[in-house]
């Protein structure tokens, strides 16, 4: 069982920044990934970021604004996202890939909002 506890959402102007941040219950290195998903009504869960061992990978939408970075001494991911726009409102979701069995576990997600 793997747990994981989002912070850092919040409501924010567009051009502004925020930083979400994902505390997992086990070192992030003994993951198979680490991602952050972000989903709105009536929409599908798009994958933000993904932190697999060090490789990365973003979302087409991202396109340079947001970081995914890892913090191992405090099984921390945190997603930086600069330049904030409207169509980023979401409730954003850590995920977590472990074990051999690849299973997935889910945070409680947190919303942000982006509005003038």
């Known amino acids: 069982q793997v747990q994981l506890v ?7 102007q567009p051009g502004g920044s925020l930083r979400l941040s994902c505390a997992a219950s086990v070192s992030i290195h003994t993951t198979n990934a680490m991602d952050w998903y972000r989903q709105t009504p009536g ?5 933000v970021a993904r ?8 979302g087409d939408f991202v396109k340079g604004r947001f970081t995914i970075s890892e913090d ?7 997603l930086q996202m600069n330049n904030l ?5 979401a409730v954003y ?3 977590a890939i472990y074990g051999f069995r ?7 997600g947190t919303q942000v909002t982006v509005s003038s």
């Open 85 to 89: 726009q409207t169509q980023d409102t």
């Open 6 to 12: 989002e912070s850092g959402g919040g409501l924010v």
């Open 72 to 78: 191992s001494a405090k099984n921390t991911v945190h």
């Open 93 to 95: 979701y850590c995920h």
């Open 51 to 58: 932190w697999s061992r060090g490789v990365i990978v973003y």
């Open 102 to 108: 690849n299973s997935d576990y889910w945070g409680q």
């Open 43 to 47: 929409k599908q869960r798009e994958l």
